[in-house]
């Protein structure tokens, strides 16, 4: 499984039933969370999604509807008794903020909270595991802000069964077969792998674009991706107060989506004017079919 859960799908100012952003990505049982506006812990536990299992935290910049959250959150993670490091990846000043809020309030954390900054002017893949890969990349806000490329490596092979039945592999090797052994029959001859099986599938991606004006520089990291969440935090008709704000439309978000040859576009971060989301999918939808709203406690696999 490989899906984000929204958290938050608003911008600067939360309201009662919409909160600043904050998602969580699920890949095999492993979680990580994806900004963390204030809020966002109240939202972890209304969606009852464990916050011991987050090991990694990406922060994209410093305003504070996307990181407010992030000291609660942690404080809450250590008085319950987390030993399991974390992992936190944003501008270098949030591990100041975080280390001047921790000492200021006499508190140890019972766990390692090991900093990862993301330097201005730098890109590529900031997290490399098994089956996770991580990239950031500037987007061109107000103050310094990152996006973020999900990548789920498939490393297994498939099988073509009709040729492992032609050179009589028994079943019980199959798992094998997908880690791409070669097969040594009875007879002595070997049968070679990419005989019997295809590649793995490609890795499936997820690119989150954080807050950004209408950029085209988006366009080759958002490519033929399976998710883009890109924010449209107004209609329209109010484009020239989005370029003036550092922020996006829906038809802007729409074009680059269309543009990437993107599958599908999330769209979120919702100025908290707009109290009907109907019209963000009305605008977009005409642009880039494949749109749907970020909406609060729903899951999008990816
Ligand atoms: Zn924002
Ligand atoms: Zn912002």
């Not at 990846?89 to 975080?98: F, Q, S």
């Not at 998710?227 to 439309?249: C, G, K, M, N, P």
Request: proline letters at 6%.
């Amino acid at each position: 499984m490989f899906a984000v859960t929204i958290l938050g799908n608003n911008s600067a100012i939360p309201t009662p039933d919409r909160h600043p952003t904050s998602q969580v990505i699920t890949y095999n049982d492993q979680l990580i969370l994806v900004d963390c506006g204030e809020g966002t812990q109240m939202q972890l536990q209304r969606y009852k999604i464990k916050r011991g299992r987050i090991r990694h935290i990406f922060i994209s910049h410093l305003h504070g509807d996307h990181y407010f959250g992030l000291i609660g959150l942690i404080n809450s993670m250590s008085l319950l008794g987390r030993i399991e490091p974390l992992s936190v990846y944003g501008p270098p000043e949030l591990e100041e903020i975080l280390q001047i809020q921790l000492h200021v309030a006499a508190t140890t954390l019972n766990f390692e909270l090991n900093f990862h900054p993301l330097l201005p002017g730098q890109t590529g893949v900031v997290l490399k595991e098994k089956e996770m890969e991580v990239s950031f990349f500037p987007t061109r806000h107000r103050i310094p802000c990152y996006g973020f490329s999900f990548s789920l490596q498939r490393r297994k092979r498939r099988i073509i069964p009709e040729q492992a039945r032609i050179y009589e592999i028994p079943a019980a090797f199959y798992s094998k077969l997908q880690e791409g052994a070669d097969y040594e029959r009875k007879d002595g001859k070997v049968v070679k792998n990419d005989w019997v099986t295809l590649p793995p599938p490609r890795a499936k991606r997820y690119v989150y674009c954080a807050d950004s004006i209408y950029d085209e520089d988006l366009v080759p990291h958002m490519k033929e991706a399976d998710i883009v969440y890109h924010e449209t935090t107004y209609l329209h008709d109010l484009s020239q107060r989005a370029a003036d704000r550092f922020h996006s439309t829906t038809v802007q978000a729409a074009t680059l989506a269309k543009m990437a040859g993107a599958h599908r576009l999330l769209i979120g971060h919702f100025s908290s004017k707009y109290t009907e989301l109907q019209p963000f999918l009305d605008e977009t939808r005409p642009v880039f079919p494949e749109t749907e709203l970020a909406i609060e406690g729903v899951t999008y696999l990816i």
